[in-house]
Nanobody
Framework: QVQLVESGGGLVQPGGSLRLSCAAS????????MGWYRRAPGKERELVAI???????HYLDSVKGRFTISRDNAKNTVFLQMNSLKPEDTAVYYC???????????????WGQGTQVTVSS
């Protein structure tokens, strides 16, 4: 059974930092692209950052230079370091894993339950 368990969310003042973690189980971690999405109230879900198994990274334009995604394949964990947080970063952040089914070639996706990040003074 695949599980993605996020931690590290919370309330932080503007300009502050948080580090999100996502521990994965039930998957071959290194075979997966790992990423973070977020959904703010009243808005569409958006991809914040993603890192492939080969360490290629992609970021949402509004977080470039402030957020950094990293992964520890030995610990089956992906991180999102968030610095210089802004009120508009307030959202539920979801961990995401994507891989190809080795038999069908079709994409397989898994999601965590989400962790709330609130940026407010």
């Amino acid at each position: 059974q695949v599980q993605l368990v996020e931690s590290g969310g919370g309330l932080v003042q503007p300009g502050g930092s948080l580090r999100l973690s996502c521990a994965a189980s039930g998957i071959i971690f290194s075979d997966n692209d790992m990423g973070w999405y977020r959904r703010a109230p009243g808005k569409e879900r958006e991809l914040v950052a993603i890192m492939t198994g080969g360490s290629y990274t992609h970021y949402l334009d509004s977080v470039k230079g402030r957020f950094t995604i990293s992964r520890d394949n030995a610990k089956n964990t992906v991180f999102l370091q968030m610095n210089s947080l802004k009120p508009e970063d307030t959202a539920v952040y979801y961990c995401y894993a994507k891989r190809r089914n080795r038999y069908t070639g079709l994409p397989v996706e898994n999601w965590g339950q989400g962790t709330q990040v609130t940026v407010s003074s």
